[in-house]
Nanobody, 127 residues
Framework: QVHLVESGGGLVQAGGSLRLSCAAS????????MGWFRQAPGKEREFVAV????????YYAGSVKGRFTISTDNAKNTVYLQMNSLKPEDTAVYYC????????????????????WGQGTQVTVSS
């Protein structure tokens, strides 16, 4: 497992941008699939994005594709989520996750692929 700590959340107006960071310790992000999930009030946690360790393949939820970008900085052992053109419906607690399982193109979004989770960071988008 890997220890994950998120940062970078906050309050932003619709149309604005935020960059979330997830610092990892205990394992290098380059050897782990790293993902972002989010949970809005009253809703279940949902997949946002993932980047694979094997080749840097990325997958995104349809609701964020084209607006969000996941990336890693191996030197800093950190994964980022750049969020642009934010909408009020993006308001949620965002969680960083890590996992060593093989990801398949039809199941990459499942929480069961990840065994390490951060504590979450709040993102609030005002209209």
């Amino acid at each position: 497992q890997v220890h994950l700590v998120e940062s970078g959340g906050g309050l932003v107006q619709a149309g604005g941008s935020l960059r979330l960071s997830c610092a990892a310790s205990g394992r290098t992000v380059s050897s782990y699939n790293m993902g972002w999930f989010r949970q809005a009030p009253g809703k279940e946690r949902e997949f946002v994005a993932v980047i694979t360790w094997s080749g840097g393949t990325t997958y995104y939820a349809g609701s964020v594709k084209g607006r969000f970008t996941i990336s890693t900085d191996n030197a800093k052992n950190t994964v980022y989520l750049q969020m642009n053109s934010l909408k009020p419906e993006d308001t949620a607690v965002y969680y960083c996750a890590g996992g060593g399982y093989i990801l398949f193109s039809n199941t990459y979004y499942r929480e069961s692929n990840f065994d390490s989770w951060g504590q979450g960071t709040q993102v609030t988008v005002s209209s």
